[in-house]
């Protein structure tokens, strides 16, 4: 489904050469839920995005679904975006001033598919929140709001849904029932990958990526976070 | 539906900002209520000076002395038209209703201690009938006075009040360059009509304004109405026949007298009228121009504020058209409504203006399209810098934007 030739990006700050991206090579299956893992800084966030098509490689290949996106144009990366990524965030990302149901219709919108609002709906059935597509964002607990952004990842039917740290703003309790959706949904046959720095989250998933330092990498033994609940490296606050 | 959804949204989120929005717009308020307000105003004046024209009736020919000169260089009049020459034209030719001959200067008028200077215009009866004027008080001079060289004169309304204030001026005599005169009637007011006011003027005979008062031969002009529904060209070339023949004019030679219709008139004020509307359309222009700008400056805004959720959109599929047309949509809706309300405070104020000053106001369906159509185009206009930038955005730093 994904893979993933010698990734690199590079970033200039403040005239020093960073690099983000130093030969990453990966390739993930149909079906898997795989986890990219690495802490702050290490790279994962840019991956996403490259993954994501989001940004564009400096030199590397990334194909996906079949298809070589690593070159296409910006138009172009956006229709792959609306087609073939589903995107989940930490912080929902859902629009304000619009109902639930209207968020999850927009990428249908953007796709301009003339079944929105049945796709919607059926969207928001698979989330379980089928009765809250009236409500706006403002009026939705966290959750309800990521199983939201959720149904509107799902709902233009992607090659791959990515989460970017999907539960980073959830109580632990919400969090187990948001990882659990991901694991029924990969139940169902979908390609999922979850970006985080939480091992626990990680574990969740079929086999993780370990990213440091702009490299795939083994990740330490040994690791604190490791099954334990409310650990130290939950609390610690992501790094944008 | 996607375009539905937009309209909505933009209209949501000029509601979330009531103040921000009102004043972006109040720009676009105040330019399309000017344009309206203004052309109203220009037309209405044009209108009522087009209905004075026009109730002189357009088939007026007045015949004058051609002027003098050579090369455009025009170097004084001929003094060529006689009362003989007048008497040619209504024996000889066919269709004319009635005709004048004019003669007029201005002199010293006096009435016991009250003087004044005024035009005198030597005229027949037919005159009034002619050029539309009325008699308010006592009644015209006759045919028998113009034959006779009767001194007698009907005064203008404004005149009458100069010299007899608030007193009936019927029946009492007055000075003119030392002349006595009987006054016969007082014309109706007509109203100033800018290059000169009907009511300030003396009407006598012009047999006596001649011969009397200039000690002249000649006329000033000759007016000539045509019957209803004759044809005016045959009627002035017939006129340019006759006069040719009895001042001997040399073939190949100009005609030494011109016609003018009231045609010509109508068509020449109608040119300044319209200069002047685009004079005052220019000004509410500019106005909306400047709205125009207070609509970029909060859309520039408004684009910062939303980044983030431009970057939400574009990871969800959004191409760069797909957000250049949502903020272009929401700027062209912020101008639509300042239009829409310009619209009503212009009409408003027309009205307003029509009812508490003497200016007439028309508001005519082509100035209303004109301002909105030129907001609309403002609101586009202005919006696309906005809109580009918010096309332009990449995605990763918008999603990344607090």
Same mark, same amino acid.
């Given at each position: 489904?994904?893979?993933?030739?010698?990734?690199?990006?590079?970033?200039?700050?403040?005239?020093?050469?960073?690099?983000?991206?130093?030969?990453?090579?990966?390739?993930?299956?149909?079906?898997?839920?795989?986890?990219?893992?690495?802490?702050?800084?290490?790279?994962?966030?840019?991956?996403?995005?490259? %993954?994501?098509?989001?940004?564009?490689?400096?030199?590397?290949?990334?194909?996906?679904?079949? &298809?070589?996106?690593?070159?296409?144009?910006?138009?172009?990366?956006?229709?792959?975006?609306?087609?073939?990524?589903?995107?989940?965030?930490?912080?929902?990302?859902?629009?304000?001033?619009?109902?639930?149901?209207?968020?999850?219709?927009?990428?249908?919108?953007?796709?301009?598919?003339?079944?929105?609002?049945?796709?919607?709906?059926?969207?928001?059935?698979?989330?379980?929140?089928?009765?809250?597509?009236?409500?706006? $964002?403002?009026?939705?607990?966290?959750?309800?709001?990521?199983?939201?952004?959720?149904?509107?990842?799902?709902?233009?039917?992607?090659?791959?849904?990515?989460? /970017?740290?999907?539960?980073?703003?959830?109580?632990?309790?919400?969090?187990?029932?948001?990882?659990?959706?991901?694991?029924?949904?990969?139940?169902?046959?979908?390609?999922?990958?979850?970006?985080?720095? /939480?091992?626990?989250?990680?574990?969740?998933?079929?086999?993780?990526?370990?990213?440091?330092?702009?490299?795939?990498?083994?990740?330490?033994?040994? /690791?604190?976070?490791?099954?334990?609940?409310?650990? !130290?490296?939950?609390?610690?606050?992501?790094?944008? | 539906?996607?375009?539905?959804?937009?309209?909505?949204?933009?209209?949501?989120?000029?509601?979330?900002?009531?103040?921000?929005?009102?004043?972006?717009?109040?720009?676009?308020?105040?330019?399309?209520?000017?344009?309206?307000?203004?052309?109203?105003?220009?037309?209405?004046?044009?209108?009522?000076?087009?209905?004075?024209?026009?109730?002189?009736?357009?088939?007026?020919?007045?015949?004058?002395?051609? $002027?003098?000169?050579?090369?455009?260089?025009?170097?004084?009049?001929?003094?060529?038209?006689? /009362?003989?020459?007048?008497?040619?034209?209504?024996?000889?030719?066919?269709?004319?209703?009635?005709?004048?001959?004019?003669?007029?200067?201005?002199? &010293?008028?006096?009435? %016991?201690? &009250?003087?004044?200077?005024?035009?005198?215009?030597?005229?027949?009866?037919?005159?009034? $009938?002619? #050029?539309?004027?009325?008699?308010?008080?006592?009644?015209?001079?006759?045919?028998?006075?113009?034959?006779?060289?009767?001194?007698?004169?009907?005064?203008?309304?404004?005149?009458?009040?100069?010299?007899?204030?608030?007193?009936?001026?019927?029946?009492?005599?007055?000075?003119?360059?030392?002349?006595?005169?009987?006054?016969?009637?007082?014309?109706?007011?007509?109203?100033?009509?800018?290059?000169?006011?009907?009511?300030?003027?003396?009407?006598?005979?012009?047999?006596?304004?001649?011969?009397?008062?200039?000690?002249?031969?000649?006329?000033?002009?000759?007016?000539?109405?045509? !019957?209803?529904?004759?044809?005016?060209?045959?009627?002035?070339?017939?006129?340019?026949?006759?006069? #040719?023949? #009895?001042?001997?004019?040399?073939?190949?030679?100009?005609?030494?007298?011109?016609?003018?219709?009231?045609?010509?008139?109508?068509?020449?004020?109608?040119?300044?009228?319209?200069?002047?509307?685009?004079?005052?359309?220019?000004?509410?222009?500019?106005?909306?121009?400047?709205?125009?700008?207070?609509?970029?400056?909060?859309?520039?805004?408004?684009?910062?504020?939303?980044?983030?959720?431009?970057?939400?959109?574009?990871?969800?599929?959004?191409? !760069?058209?797909?957000?250049?047309?949502?903020?272009?949509?929401?700027?062209? %809706?912020?101008?639509?409504?300042?239009?829409?309300?310009?619209?009503?405070?212009?009409?408003?104020?027309?009205?307003?203006?029509?009812?508490?000053?003497?200016?007439?106001?028309?508001?005519?369906?082509?100035?209303?399209?004109?301002?909105?159509?030129?907001?609309?185009?403002?609101?586009?206009?202005?919006?696309?810098?906005?809109?580009?930038?918010?096309?332009?955005?990449?995605?990763?730093?918008?999603? #990344?934007?607090?």
């Amino acid at each position: 489904m994904i893979r993933a030739e010698n990734l690199v990006k590079t970033y200039v700050l403040g005239g020093q050469v960073v690099h983000a991206l130093d030969d990453v090579s990966l390739v993930i299956n149909e079906g898997e839920m795989v986890a990219i893992r690495g802490p702050s800084g290490s790279g994962k966030t840019t991956l996403m995005h490259i %993954l994501g098509c989001l940004d564009r490689c400096d030199s590397g290949r990334y194909f996906l679904a079949g &298809q070589d996106v690593s070159k296409l144009s910006k138009n172009a990366l956006a229709e792959v975006r609306n087609r073939r990524i589903g995107f989940v965030f930490q912080n929902f990302n859902l629009l304000p001033r619009m109902s639930a149901l209207e968020n999850v219709e927009l990428p249908l919108h953007y796709a301009g598919r003339h079944d929105a609002l049945r796709a919607a709906r059926t969207a928001m059935e698979t989330v379980g929140l089928a009765g809250r597509s009236h409500h706006e $964002p403002s009026q939705l607990s966290g959750g309800q709001r990521q199983r939201v952004a959720i149904a509107r990842a799902l709902v233009t039917d992607p090659a791959i849904l990515l989460a /970017d740290e999907p539960t980073g703003a959830l109580d632990s309790k919400t969090g187990e029932e948001i990882l659990a959706l991901f694991k029924s949904l990969n139940a169902q046959g979908r390609t999922i990958l979850v970006v985080t720095h /939480d091992a626990q989250v990680a574990a969740h998933c079929q086999r993780e990526i370990y990213i440091h330092d702009g490299k795939i990498a083994v990740p330490p033994t040994g /690791d604190p976070a490791v099954h334990q609940i409310g650990s !130290e490296a939950e609390l610690l606050p992501e790094a944008v | 539906m996607l375009f539905w959804m937009i309209v909505k949204v933009a209209f949501k989120s000029l509601m979330a900002n009531k103040l921000r929005s009102v004043l972006a717009m109040l720009g676009i308020i105040i330019g399309v209520a000017a344009v309206i307000a203004m052309l109203a105003i220009g037309t209405g004046a044009e209108q009522q000076i087009l209905d004075r024209i026009s109730a002189m009736g357009t088939n007026l020919l007045i015949v004058r002395p051609a $002027p003098r000169g050579t090369a455009g260089v025009i170097s004084g009049t001929q003094l060529n038209l006689t /009362d003989d020459d007048a008497r040619a034209i209504i024996k000889k030719i066919d269709h004319i209703h009635a005709l004048a001959p004019v003669v007029g200067r201005s002199f &010293q008028i006096k009435f %016991l201690n &009250q003087n004044t200077n005024t035009q005198v215009l030597g005229t027949a009866p037919t005159y009034l $009938p002619i #050029r539309d004027f009325e008699i308010g008080t006592g009644k015209m001079f006759t045919d028998f006075d113009v034959d006779h060289w009767n001194r007698v004169a009907v005064l203008g309304p404004v005149t009458a009040a100069n010299l007899f204030g608030f007193s009936d001026p019927v029946g009492q005599t007055i000075k003119i360059n030392g002349i006595n005169f009987r006054v016969t009637g007082v014309l109706k007011s007509k109203g100033d009509e800018g290059w000169y006011n009907p009511d300030d003027q003396i009407i006598v005979p012009y047999t006596v304004a001649m011969h009397v008062l200039q000690g002249v031969t000649y006329l000033r002009e000759i007016d000539v109405q045509c !019957e209803a529904g004759s044809d005016l060209d045959s009627v002035q070339s017939d006129i340019y026949a006759v006069m #040719r023949q #009895r001042h001997k004019t040399i073939p190949g030679m100009p005609d030494d007298v011109m016609i003018q219709n009231l045609a010509q008139y109508v068509d020449a004020f109608s040119a300044a009228a319209a200069t002047f509307t685009v004079l005052l359309g220019t000004v509410g222009g500019i106005s909306l121009l400047v709205g125009g700008i207070g609509i970029m400056n909060i859309m520039l805004v408004t684009v910062t504020e939303r980044t983030r959720e431009i970057g939400i959109r574009k990871a969800i599929g959004a191409r !760069e058209f797909d957000i250049l047309s949502q903020f272009l949509i929401e700027a062209m %809706l912020m101008s639509a409504v300042g239009g829409l309300s310009g619209m009503g405070l212009g009409i408003g104020a027309a009205w307003l203006v029509g009812r508490v000053s003497p200016f007439p106001t028309i508001v005519r369906f082509y100035s209303i399209v004109l301002a909105l159509v030129f907001s609309a185009a403002v609101g586009i206009f202005f919006g696309f810098y906005p809109a580009t930038r918010a096309a332009k955005l990449d995605p990763v730093e918008a999603l #990344r934007y607090e």
